[in-house]
């Protein structure tokens, strides 16, 4: 598992209007390269982003759903880029004051051949990834 946090100088609120608007998921997630299509019912438990991922003309098509949500506070998806494989993925965001949100990534890779990597190599790909996905995610979330 890897986990990962960042302060973005933003509101809770507003932090949590990116993460609700599926649409924005290719701006802010390493690899996600264009959104097909976003269930109308998203964020809700059980809705699906419908994504892809790579360059062209190498693109692999998939979807990510959410397990749990918690609105204005958390959501925890299910992320799936076979054949690559699947990780769970919780977002969670907490107030600071001072319109300042703390933002925490955690992923655990649930299956495929992730799963075969030790947890400390695991964890170094997987927080790189992370630490510039939240990056990204504070450039959106402070610039919208």
Known sequence: MSETRRTVVASSEKA???????????LWVVGATRMRDVDESWPAVGSR?????????VVINDNTEVLAVEPGRSLSL????????????????????????????????????????PDSVEDALLGWRNRETLRRLAFVIEGR
Request: proline share 7%; hydrophobic share 45%.
């Open 49 to 57: 982003l419908h994504h892809s991922a790579g360059v062209w003309p």
């Open 78 to 117: 299910r992320a799936r880029g076979w054949p690559l494989g699947e990780a769970d993925v919780v977002i969670t965001l907490t107030d600071l004051g001072g319109s300042r949100t703390e933002v925490a990534l955690e992923e655990t890779t649930t299956a495929g051949p992730g799963v075969l990597l």
């Open 16 to 26: 949590w209007g990116v993460l609700a608007d599926g649409w924005l998921y290719p």
